[in-house]
Structures are given as structure tokens and as C-alpha cells.
């Protein structure tokens, strides 16, 4: 699960990235008010990059980037309103990536014991 948020977190952050580097509105009458929130639009794609290359190794801390993010696509999806939909999907990124990192480390003890009570089961359903 992990992978996956890593994976398609970095691949939506080089189409937010495509999407606001190569199909800026040029001849836009608010030209300057389209360049702030597409910068701010570049912020939330690059955020969502080391978000996604943090969730390999460290998926809460990565998860917590992804929540960030959204909330930052959130708040120019009024100028642009397709940053809602990248908000939504680094939202569902974000919370994949911290439910992956919730796992529980097992001590050796506790590995052993816990396959121990699987074999136990095991033999009972045979």
C-alpha cells in the first residue's frame, strides 16, 4: 500500500505539474490573478512529489505532506477549479499513506508467539 500512494503520488504531481507549466492561460484578462494560484497550484504538485517519495519510507510523515497539500488545492479551487479534484485525490493519498504507516512493529517475541497461535489454528481447522 505504500508503494501505491508513493507511486501514484509522485505520477499526479507530474500531471499537476504538466497542467499548470505547459497549459497556463496566456491571453487570460486576469493574467496575474492565474499566475499567483498557478504558483501556488506548481507548490501543491511539488509538495505531492516529496510527499510521495516520503511514503516509501516514511508514510506518516508522508501522509501528513499529502493532507497539507490538499488543503492548499483546496483553497485556490475557487480561481481554479480543477485543484479541487487534485485536492480530493492527495487528500485519499494522504490518508492511504497514514493508515499503511499505522502498522504495529512486533517484537521478535511477539512474531513468534502470534505464529505460533496461527499454526495452533491452523492445525484446529484441519
Not at 102 to 126: F, G
Request: proline share 3%; hydrophobic share 50%.
Amino acid at each position: 500500500m505504500k508503494t501505491a500512494s508513493g507511486v501514484v503520488g509522485i505520477s499526479v504531481s507530474f500531471l499537476i505539474i504538466l497542467s499548470y507549466l505547459v497549459f497556463d492561460g496566456v491571453n487570460s484578462p486576469a493574467r496575474e490573478e492565474i499566475f499567483q494560484t498557478s504558483f501556488v497550484g506548481i507548490g501543491v504538485a511539488f509538495s505531492m512529489f516529496f510527499a510521495g517519495a516520503l511514503t516509501f519510507r516514511l508514510p506518516q510523515v508522508g501522509g501528513l505532506i499529502f493532507v497539507i497539500a490538499a488543503f492548499l488545492a483546496f483553497s485556490i479551487s475557487n480561481d481554479l477549479p480543477d485543484m479541487a479534484y487534485w485536492g480530493s485525490i492527495s487528500l485519499v493519498l494522504g490518508t492511504l499513506a497514514g493508515f499503511s504507516g499505522w502498522k504495529e512493529k512486533m517484537t521478535p517475541n511477539e512474531a513468534k508467539s502470534s505464529d505460533r497461535n496461527l499454526i495452533k489454528m491452523e492445525r484446529k481447522i484441519l
